[in-house]
């Protein structure tokens, strides 16, 4: 697989869906790929990034940033409160946003700089105790919560438990955001981001099927 061959099926996918040219945002995510991989992509003139650490892109996209313009770097993983103001240095878009003190922080960090990044919550569509995010129960609730504090939220965040149909987590993703007017879905990974482009994902994070298999989790 490149870099092409996903660009071309997910405008395939567009289309099949009926959807503008175009509207389906790719994330390559980079985390624990090594540089010479990150290079060859932004080579290829790909700019939309994701990573999974704060710590982790502060290593290496203050770099890339100086030699490529037009990077757009998403933070695709959990957020520790103590790391918000730093993730505000290096992301355009944070798609964690997965609990009130995080919210909090956000809020209380955007108004002492005058600026946010772009900002998803992460719906816990499986409600696994493991993994993070809203319930999708509580989810109307957060929403609500966020823009009480001033926080524009720009969409949803899923990631599917690996063992049951990634279609049916994309579907109540979708419902929760239409009854709380938001636009943005991010969902859908290197598997199954023509299933969610089929329901409505405006984001997809892509990562092995681009870079190859990762080199360490």
């Known amino acids: 697989m490149s870099l092409h061959d996903i660009k071309t099926r997910i405008a395939a996918a567009e289309q099949d869906a009926g959807r503008p040219a175009g509207s ?36 290496k996209w203050p770099g890339f940033r100086e030699s490529y313009d037009g990077v757009e770097l998403h933070l695709i993983g959990p957020l ?45 569509t499986g409600e696994e105790d493991q993994k993070a995010g809203i319930l999708p129960s509580e989810a109307d609730a957060f929403v609500a919560d ?22 049916l987590h994309f579907s109540l993703l979708a419902k929760i955001a239409e009854r709380n007017g938001l636009s943005g879905l991010s969902m859908g990974m290197s598997g199954d981001f023509e299933r969610a482009i089929a329901l409505g994902a405006t984001h997809v994070r892509v990562g092995s099927a681009i870079f190859g298999e990762r080199e360490h989790d």
Do not use: W, Y
């Open 24 to 59: 389906v945002s790719l994330i390559a995510v980079s985390k624990v790929q090594p540089d010479a991989r990150v290079t060859a992509v932004l080579d290829e003139g790909h700019r939309v990034f994701g990573e999974n650490r704060v710590q982790e892109a502060a290593g």
């Open 80 to 124: 520790q409160t103590n790391k918000t103001r730093q993730a505000f240095e290096l992301f355009d878009t944070i798609h964690s946003v997965d609990r009130p003190k995080l919210a909090r922080t956000i809020a209380r960090i955007a108004q002492e700089e005058g600026r946010c990044p772009g900002l998803f919550i992460q719906v816990n």
């Open 146 to 167: 966020c823009r009480d504090l001033d926080l524009t939220i720009e969409g949803l965040m899923c990631i599917p438990p690996v063992d049951e149909e990634a279609s």
